[in-house]
């Protein structure tokens, strides 16, 4: 965990200057940072009300994905709407059900959008603010909302509310606003299982944010992007909320980035269509196995792990399997940053793109030396090939959108 | 007798065109299969997976305990295996340079440019009047598929807790549900899942198998890992019991439809139906625990299996949300009520179809492929708005009948007899055309 927290601490100031944390602090509303380049999506940032909504302490929140906050109530469709936005790379608006660390649940309404690098177009960060709802019953005609704006599951129509809706809403309205009322004050409810206590309860109804409620959504994702933005300005490193210009040239998206940063083991992805097969992702464990920063990886040619006694026939053999667009596995001696030695099996194969094109080639990565295999583990052979299998589909998957950014 | 002709897809190596097969078989047959000839001192990986007993939905909070999540075992075997397989040059073509791309449009619907797929190849004639049909020794089934195929063997575990043997002898005795390449891929790890093996059971879903499947979509805990399902009828092209699983990392547009909740079960699951897709469907969620989706949709199955009704089912979202679809395409294209224009384009709506991924064999069609085009041909795999109601009506008496979802009450025997009866009468008034036995009829492609 200690190099996670280090990775969070780069991660936020490497693109905002040292006082952002202070600006960030001082806005009263829930709201929730992301690193999508990070290994499993973390939050890197939870604000006070954010925390104090959801009953968890900083320490319990930071380094965790935000499905953390999600339970059987919730919609999966919605899940999968907010899962599809991060893919995309756009801001969404939605309503979710989630759970504080004592099990209750909670409406809220989600608002979250990417953070743009000006320079590259790349997204450096998710923002997500969680509005409470204060619930009360949907009008009829109130459903569909805007671009975006989740249709709370059950479809536009608001026949619904009639048909299936009103008779139990009749019943229970009352004790259920009660409830939200207790919730809203943030009072823990005696519950001790999520699921259990409200399972058959209408608290997984639907439910409608004001648009008073959806205004104060929208101001506070601007209130942070601001925040942000001037922070980045003192670094140089800009940021903004809309995407400025091209993705970053050979640089995987974000969404390809999330998707990569799932697979644990040592790789690289290389571009065989830039000057010198410049290294353009770098997983976390390949920078734990060799000792390098991120960025003194990326845009560099893979030799920079060669040093005085790697053998230049091995060297030759990489290449040519890269010509003859091959998988090949070669066992190769490189060097750390520290310049230490190991024995490298290493891995390489062609990886295509939705249009069945090669788009770059991954190299996995395997200290000889950690070889032993457990008697129930996966072969070192086969957990490379399983890394190579995930490269595939999600290099695969995330050019097949039509809004893409890297096609 | 009502049937179809269509060019059978070769999910295996050692599917030989049905005539051919059969004819040609010694004993000690040398080629490394599955049968007795060749399974003494065959050796598999053995996967064995934890049962839960909770709902899939809280195994998330699992996190807490551990912050590290564990690593997806089944997910990276089953790639890592496939993979293997890959390099090994065991499939009729490389599906990752097969052309796909998301059609523009409010639910994205997928197509893939596939020319190799069906080549070389002849028609066969599939019955498609029956749903249920004795499994038959003599056609392809999977006991004939080498070894090299099959990936590795998938299990609930013991004693509860996860297990793996990379190298597992295999028990014939012991019936093992198998996990085989499909070599005829249609997207990245595309696999089939055989339940019991050895048993050589009919294209028919069981409580059992159907948990087995189920289990395989919470294990690999990937949401573009999905497992379906055709029944015979509903272009199931092998009548020996298998689902089948792919990874692609887009969302499906079925799982895109909104849904309008219609009944919530004992169990704890939710079934809703689907509004605004162009095929009427079911979706199963939720439940106290994995059993309980399993037994409900499981119910709903055997329902539809004993009424003589072809179906496609979807696991989806790590086997949180089951998507059940009751079609009728195979019979309208037997009885000739297909229009040419989409009988050319030779696509099968089975399972994958009908969620959205569209496999196009001739190029003009993927460059023309459109939302309304998709949506035009699956509105014709769509029971009527009626017969569908109608459907629904013997689904939900089968569901709420029985004690759904108490865990083991079912068994894996014969849980049929019970809704059959009851149900046949109201059958018979409502769809003669199902009944219709001396019917003959051909459509050639
Ligand atoms: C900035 C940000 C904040 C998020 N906050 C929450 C949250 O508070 N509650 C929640 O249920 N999901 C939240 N999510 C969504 C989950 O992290 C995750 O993206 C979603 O469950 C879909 O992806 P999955 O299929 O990987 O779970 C947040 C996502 C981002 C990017």
Sequence with gaps: MESQVGLIEQSFHSSYSFCVREALVELPDNFTITDPCMSGHPIVFASHGFLKMTGYTETEVIGQNGRIFQGPGTSRRSVMEIREAIREERAIQIHLLNYRKDGTPFWMLFHMCPVFNKEDGRVIHFVGVQVPILRKPRRLGSGSGRNGVDLCEEGSTGMHDVVYGSCRREVCSDSLLELDHVLARESPVDTTNRGCAYAGFEIEEPCEASDMEKRRAVTAINNILSVLTHYSELTGKLVCGKRCSLSGVGLPSSSLNISLGRIKQSFVLIDPYLPDMPVVYASDAFLKLTGYARHEVLGHNYRFLSGLDTDSLTLCQIKESIKMERACTVRILNYRKDRSSFWNILHMSPVRNASGKIAYFVGVQTEEACKKQEEHEMSPEMRQLSAVGAVKVAVRSSSMAAGSSRS | ?445
Excluded at chain 2, 412 to 430: L, R
Aim: some cysteine; overall charge negative.
């Design chain 2, 1 to 445: 007798m009502l049937s179809i002709r269509r060019v059978p897809t070769v999910v295996s190596n050692y599917q030989k065109d049905e005539g051919e097969e059969g004819a040609r078989r010694a004993g000690g047959c040398g080629r490394n299969c599955l049968n007795n000839c060749c399974l003494p001192g065959a050796k598999l990986p053995l996967y064995a997976f934890k049962k839960l007993n909770k709902a899939v939905s809280d195994v998330n909070l699992d996190v807490h305990e551990n912050r590290e999540p564990p690593v997806a075992f089944l997910d990276s075997l089953l790639l890592g295996e496939w993979e293997d397989r890959m390099q090994r040059g065991l499939f009729r073509y490389d599906v990752t340079a097969c052309e796909t791309k998301v059609i523009p449009g409010e639910y994205g619907f997928i197509a893939q440019l596939n020319e190799g797929r069906h080549l070389k190849k002849r028609p066969t004639e599939f019955r498609v009047d029956k749903v249920l049909q004795p499994f038959d020794g003599n056609k392809f089934n999977f006991t004939k598929v080498g070894q090299e195929e099959v990936l590795f063997q998938f299990e609930a575990s013991e004693d509860g807790e996860v297990q793996f043997f990379p190298n597992a002898p295999i028990d014939a005795e012991h019936s093992p549900s198998v996990v085989a390449i499909n070599v005829s891929p249609i997207e990245y790890g595309h696999v089939l899942l055989i339940p019991r093996l050895f048993e050589r059971l009919p294209q028919r879903i069981d409580h059992e198998s159907f948990l087995l499947a189920l289990n395989m979509a919470v294990e690999a805990g990937n949401p573009y890992f999905r497992l379906g399902y055709n029944s015979l009828g509903a272009f199931a092209t092998i009548n020996h019991l298998h689902f089948q699983a792919y990874y692609l990392a887009v969302p499906f547009p079925i799982e895109k439809a909104p849904t309008k909740k219609i009944i919530k079960l004992d169990g704890g699951v939710k079934v809703s139906e689907l509004l605004n897709y162009p095929v009427r469907g079911l979706v199963f969620e939720g439940g106290n625990t994995v059993d309980h989706l399993s037994n409900a949709v499981s119910d709903a199955c055997i329902c539809l299996q004993s009424n003589n009704i072809p179906y496609n089912v979807l696991i989806s979202d790590c086997g949180r949300r089951v998507f059940l679809l009751p079609q009728c395409y195979a019979e309208k294209q037997a009885l000739g009520e297909v229009s040419a224009e989409l009988l050319d384009t030779q696509v099968n709506p089975a399972v994958w179809e009908i969620s959205g991924h569209m496999v196009l064999k001739r190029r003009k069609d993927y460059e023309e492929a459109s939302e309304g085009n998709a949506w035009r041909l699956l509105a014709e795999v769509s029971l009527s708005k009626e017969r569908f109601q109608e459907v629904n009506a013997l689904i939900f008496e089968a569901i709420t009948s029985g004690d759904n979802g108490s865990g083991n009450a079912h068994g894996g025997q014969d849980p049929e007899s019970h809704t059959h009866e009851k149900v046949d009468a109201i059958k018979k008034s409502s769809h003669p055309t199902m009944v219709a036995g001396t019917q003959e009829c051909l459509v050639l492609q």
